[in-house]
């Protein structure tokens, strides 16, 4: 994929997910970070198509109106941003052949890459890069990512290829806040950006042009032959959208699809035979990634922090990694990869505990009052709720099984739903329509967390949608963000997970390990700090290899 950042977005179903530590051990041709598997033996032809599996449709291919992952993963093939991220996670140029920071680290001039052209030959200049900072900041735009273009006091075009960006104060993410992708101006200009057919045709600038999208079914994408950085190998994508995890396997198996994520049951245990290790190559490594049991405080049962807490000591962390993940992963405790610099490793912990548990609810007023194994407040109304996710993520599913026996054992009926990922979007999510959810984000390489975290993304459209609020948080995500120095910044978001572990608004359950395999035709695919996907317009497949018919 074209490495790009992608600003915090939900997680769709299948999760394709980037990281950068490897585990221990090596499962036949699995390959790790320190793998030497996908070294070029040969040189590389044009050709074939890589057809690849997602359980969740598209909902828009305007990145700024959409929230899903498989939305900004083909995005991420058609357009670009200024700067990316390379294979060692470095800010390195895209649309941008360099740039300029000021002493005071106000304002950023970008030098602009020449000849590079949208999908439809048009020229891209530094004009599209002021239209999509309008367009992003403009009220009328439903977008969830204005904030990082909020904290700019001016952008100016200085000539077709030279822009220049102004901030107010001192922004820690201001570079790679220009990752965003640009969208073209002589397309949208003067539109209404909601009703623009772009949502359903994209023309971008990117190393892939839209072909078609049959909405449920599948999305295609051609080569784009004027590439900047050179045509991509491979000549199409096909992204299929399969609803289920067990059915895209068997395609998979059937030589109907080339990669996916595995699931951990997938990957231990169904893919050690030897004609599919001859087949595919199957990749590890801990993602950016955490998934969560995330409370709606906007419903009085979750309002009390001691119920939160207690639900917390009643669900075994430690089981879910082995019981659901088959060990591949980590215990969260937080919002943060275990071993990056801002996670802090010392916050208070609310491991499996159900003594505990029984305290805090019953100071919180709840408690078996009838001897009939059930808690009841004092009106005697019984303790339940129901947990919400999306429809196509066995491990959320078997996580809220598990999760939903153990709070049997102390008392509390939990019920679980399971919903069409669109519609689980459009009208839970967004809507605030649900008691309690279990999701997960993308961590980003920038560990600031406004738009999850802070009270003003908790309005109706911001990704703040269990509604936190905490006052002392919002003057840490406001302080984190202005210091320039790793070390002074880190202060800030230690003390902010000090507080959400406390808080408890999440119950955070795990890190998962990145589980990708790729048919074995497709080379030159090198696993990096950045995962596999850095380098996708440089995977090949031989001409002997080669399974569909180039054009």
Not at 238 to 264: C, H, Q, S, W, Y
Not at 418 to 423: F, G, P, Q, S, T
Not at 442 to 452: A, F, H, K, R
Request: charged share 25%; net charge neutral.
């Amino acid at each position: 994929m074209h490495y790009r950042i992608v600003q915090f977005f939900m997680v769709a179903c299948i999760i394709f997910y980037f990281g950068c530590e490897g585990p221990t051990g090596k499962d036949n041709k699995t390959s790790e970070i320190t793998s030497d598997a996908g070294q070029v033996a040969e040189k590389p032809c044009y050709g074939d198509t890589i057809v690849l599996g997602s359980i969740g449709d598209a909902s828009n291919l305007i990145p700024i109106l959409a929230s899903d992952g498989v939305s900004h993963q083909v995005a991420g093939y058609i357009y670009n941003g200024l700067v990316k991220y390379d294979k060692d996670l470095k800010i390195t140029g895209d649309l941008a052949e360099s740039w300029d920071i000021s002493p005071d680290n106000l304002s950023i001039t970008f030098h602009l890459k020449k000849g590079v052209q949208w999908h439809d030959g048009t020229p891209f200049t530094a004009d599209d890069v002021l239209f999509t900072y309008n367009i992003t900041i403009d009220p009328k735009t439903p977008t969830p990512y204005k904030e990082n273009f909020k904290q700019l006091k001016s952008v100016k075009v200085i000539d077709p290829l030279t822009i220049r960006v102004e901030y107010r104060e001192p922004y820690a993410k201001a570079l790679i806040t220009w990752a965003a992708s640009i969208l073209p101006m002589h397309l949208l200009k003067g539109e209404d950006i909601t009703q623009s057919p772009l949502s359903r045709k994209p023309v971008g600038t990117g190393p892939f042009k839209f072909k078609e999208w049959h909405s449920g079914e599948r999305i295609v994408l051609e080569y784009n032959q004027d590439y900047f950085e050179g045509r991509p190998y491979i000549d199409r994508i096909v992204l299929r959208i399969i609803p289920d995890m067990a059915t895209m396997f068997l395609e998979l198996k059937a030589g109907k699809i080339d990669m996916m994520n595995l699931t951990p049951l997938q990957y231990k245990r169904q893919t050690n035979q030897p004609d599919f290790n001859k087949t595919y190559t199957k990749y590890r490594y801990l993602a950016f990634a955490y998934t969560y049991l995330g409370y709606n405080l906007l419903d009085p049962l979750f309002k009390d922090i001691r119920v939160r807490q207690a639900i917390s000591y009643t669900i075994n962390r430690e089981e879910l990694v082995t019981g659901v993940l088959f060990g591949l992963g980590r215990v969260a405790s937080g919002p943060y990869k275990p071993g990056t610099w801002p996670y802090n490793p010392d916050v208070e912990r609310f491991d499996y505990d159900p003594a505990k548990a029984r305290i805090l609810f019953k100071e919180a007023g709840w408690e078996d009052r009838d001897n009939d194994g059930a808690l009841e407040d004092a009106n005697g109304k019984p303790f339940k709720f129901t947990i919400i996710t999306n429809q196509g993520n066995d491990s959320r599913l078997k996580a809220a099984q598990i999760i939903q026996q153990r709070l049997r054992e102390a008392g509390i009926t939990v019920e679980i739903r399971v919903i069409e990922w669109a519609a689980f979007l459009k009208e839970f999510i967004e809507k605030r329509n649900f008691q309690a959810t279990i999701l997960g984000w993308n961590i980003l390489q920038d560990p600031d967390l406004y738009n999850v975290w802070h009270s003003e993304k908790s309005e109706p459209g911001g990704l703040n949608f269990i509604s936190f609020k905490n006052k002392r948080v919002d003057e840490l995500l406001e302080k984190g963000r202005r210091i320039l120095e790793q070390e002074k910044r880190k202060g800030s978001y230690f003390e902010i997970q000090e507080i959400l572990a406390k808080e408890q608004a999440y119950t955070f359950l795990w890190v998962p390990d990145s589980l990708p395999v790729v048919n074995s035709r497709f080379k030159n695919i090198t696993p990096a700090p950045a995962g596999i996907e850095y380098n996708f317009i440089k995977w090949y497949v031989p001409k002997e290899e080669q399974l569909y018919k180039t054009f």
